[in-house]
Antibody, heavy 121, light 105 residues
Framework: NLLESGGGLVQPGGSLRLTCTGSGFLFSGYDMTWFRQAPGRGLEWVSTISNRGSDTDYADSVRGRFTISRDNSKNTLSLQMDSLRAEDTAIYYC????????????????WGQGTLVTVSS | DIQMTQSPSSLSASVGDRVTISCRASQNIGRSLNWYQQRPGKAPKLLIYAAASLERGVPLTFSGRGSETNYTLTISSLRPEDFATYFCQQAYSAPYNFGQGTRLE
């Protein structure tokens, strides 16, 4: 189970920190990912972090502004969002990344219920 | 970046119908293609991974196929709960882009 929190209304240029808490599985055994979906729009991959936190990757649209991290001792995944823009307004979802045995394929499941971030003055 | 083009954007169908949704990648993604279902107000749910592998618990009425740049999701007999929006996603390389979605109504 995944549960996101921390969303809310923030002014352009402001910061927000999202948290995703995992339960019912070995959190430290899985890479984790953030996705987002702007209202009425499609889905966008935001960032992924490896199971130990040593490797991270970001979409170009957020690189340098967002920071993904995790605390395996607390089963939590975080997304620190700085220099927020109106176009960052979206529902943010966390998800588990799975990989096939040969790591050729990867898929994302399950997803949390999402947390809404609104960037507006 | 790999771009995903999904069609149609909307599809009108009835319970019991067979429907097929298509997804085309801008380059060969070697069957690294996932399909998700999203109901209104809910998070996406994985249906198919690696182009043709059915996620556990997903009804056998769902199937996926394809290779290289062209992929399809087929629902062999629509049930009332299948009326939702469907997205394809390439998982070959970051950024893991999605198709624009197909609204089944």
């Amino acid at each position: 189970n995944l549960l996101e929190s921390g969303g809310g209304l923030v002014q352009p240029g402001g910061s927000l920190r999202l948290t995703c808490t995992g339960s019912g599985f070995l959190f430290s055994g899985y890479d984790m990912t953030w996705f987002r979906q702007a209202p009425g729009r499609g889905l966008e991959w935001v960032s992924t972090i490896s199971n130990r936190g040593s490797d991270t990757d970001y979409a170009d649209s957020v690189r340098g502004r967002f920071t993904i991290s995790r605390d395996n001792s607390k089963n939590t995944l975080s997304l620190q969002m700085d220099s927020l823009r109106a176009e960052d307004t979206a529902i943010y979802y966390c998800a588990i990344r799975h990989r096939g045995s040969d790591r050729t394929f990867q898929w994302f499941d399950p997803w949390g219920q999402g947390t809404l971030v609104t960037v507006s003055s | 970046d790999i771009q995903m083009t999904q069609s149609p954007s909307s599809l009108s169908a009835s319970v019991g119908d067979r429907v097929t949704i298509s997804c085309r990648a801008s380059q060969n993604i070697g069957r690294s293609l996932n399909w998700y279902q999203q109901r209104p107000g809910k998070a996406p749910k994985l249906l198919i991974y690696a182009a043709a592998s059915l996620e556990r618990g997903v009804p056998l009425t769902f199937s996926g196929r394809g290779s290289e740049t062209n992929y399809t999701l087929t629902i062999s007999s629509l049930r009332p709960e299948d009326f939702a929006t469907y997205f394809c996603q390439q998982a070959y390389s970051a950024p893991y882009n999605f198709g624009q979605g197909t609204r089944l109504e």
